[in-house]
T-cell receptor, first 113, second 117 residues
Framework: DAKTTQPNSMESNEEEPVHLPCNHS???????IHWYRQLPSQGPEYVIH???SNVNNRMASLAIAEDRKSSTLILHRATLRDAAVYYC??????????????FGKGTKLSVIP | GAVVSQHPSRVICKSGTSVKIECRSL??????MFWYRQFPKQSLMLMAT?????????EQGVEKDKFLINHASLTLSTLTVTSAHPEDSSFYIC?????????????FGDGTRLSIL
């Protein structure tokens, strides 16, 4: 699996935007970029995913660099409920077979009231 | 939508007991289901992958006779920890996905915290 690199931790003030970076310099052309988050004592939650273009959904936005070697998850207004570990994961699409999410250490986001 | 229900949420039992954990996709049919284990302050580790009606594929180092996986239908998978010992105490999380492509999100249950005394 292509590896991703994320900062161990980040802090944000409540109601401010948060930009969570992820480097994936060895990404291949068909790898999807997935983001998940895990709140304490819960299973992970799907946040967003994309391939080349920027993506928006009700939870967040995903900005993908033109060369796809990095991406940024954007939370537009952080709330206390957004405090979690955020995982950036590459998922390979070869059209068949099994696709496994391999979790790294992620970024622990703390939100300050 | 895309809800995965996992039961029970917490189990405390004596050493030597076998424990079964259920994972259901409530509003979709899961092509593939996954089982993960997470120790305190660590990330999730994939234990096995299973497709409906097929035998599970276990990750290296995971004993298939210890962790029995049954994926009987497109909405139900079970993990049985046989003859559990204290070292099996962990947070077990199931996950389900529709389809095989990288363009499909994976949906997770809320986990089962297993404590073996």
């Amino acid at each position: 699996d292509a590896k991703t690199t994320q900062p161990n931790s980040m802090e944000s003030n409540e109601e401010e935007p948060v930009h969570l970076p992820c480097n994936h310099s060895t990404i291949s052309g068909t790898d999807y970029i997935h983001w998940y988050r895990q709140l304490p004592s819960q299973g992970p939650e799907y946040v967003i995913h994309g391939l080349t273009s920027n993506v928006n959904n009700r939870m967040a936005s995903l900005a993908i660099a033109e060369d796809r070697k990095s991406s940024t998850l954007i939370l537009h207004r952080a709330t206390l409920r957004d405090a979690a570990v955020y995982y950036c994961i590459l998922l390979r699409n070869s059209g068949a077979g099994s696709y496994q999410l391999t979790f790294g250490k992620g970024t622990k986001l703390s939100v300050i009231p | 939508g895309a809800v995965v229900s996992q039961h029970p949420s917490r189990v405390i039992c004596k050493s030597g007991t076998s424990v079964k954990i259920e994972c259901r996709s409530l509003d979709f049919q899961a092509t593939t289901m996954f089982w993960y284990r997470q120790f305190p302050k660590q990330s999730l580790m994939l234990m096995a992958t299973s497709n409906e009606g097929s035998k599970a594929t276990y990750e290296q180092g995971v004993e298939k006779d210890k962790f029995l996986i049954n994926h009987a239908s497109l909405t139900l998978s079970t993990l049985t920890v046989t003859s559990a010992h204290p070292e099996d105490s962990s947070f077990y999380i199931c996950s389900a996905r529709v389809g095989f492509g990288g363009n499909q999100p994976q949906h997770f249950g809320d986990g089962t915290r297993l404590s073996i005394l």
